[in-house]
């Protein structure tokens, strides 16, 4: 049964970081790209950024851009995203997804619909 679980979220101050895993079971994540995403109350999934099954390829939403930093261990089946100068407005539920990858060097999170598998999110609060 494929699994990815999220862990690492939790109430942090305006200004922290927090570094964020993805933990993935049942499958073998090197087959796979990886993206974190991100829902707040009221809105709608947002795509954060992405790393490509081979790990060469990286892709982040002009928002975060230089505050967030994607990475992947295939042999710990673990994809991470460190998350530096948090702001309340981040406040949402973190989610990893996986998409099987025809192109080991490609990934986006421009689709939501490309992803096969999710998380069930973790819960990231950033007060002011």
């Known amino acids: 049964q494929p699994q990815l679980v999220e862990y690492g979220g939790g109430l942090v101050q305006f200004g922290d970081s927090l570094s964020l895993s993805c933990v993935v079971s049942g499958f073998p994540v090197r087959a796979y790209a990886i993206g974190w995403f991100r829902q707040a109350p009221g809105k709608e999934r947002e795509g954060l950024s992405c790393?490509?099954?081979?790990?060469?390829?990286?892709e982040y939403t002009a928002r975060l851009e230089g505050r967030v930093t994607i990475s992947r261990s295939n042999d710990k089946n673990a994809v991470y995203l460190q998350m530096n100068s948090l702001k309340p407005e981040d406040t949402a539920v973190y989610y990893c997804?996986?998409?099987?990858?025809?192109?080991?060097?490609?990934?986006?999170?421009?689709?939501?619909?490309?992803?096969?598998?999710w998380g069930r999110g973790t819960q990231v609060t950033v007060s002011s």
């Open positions: 997804a996986a998409e099987l990858a025809t192109d080991a060097t490609e990934c986006t999170v421009k689709d939501v619909r490309r992803y096969d598998y």
């Open positions: 790393i490509s099954s081979s790990g060469l390829t990286t």
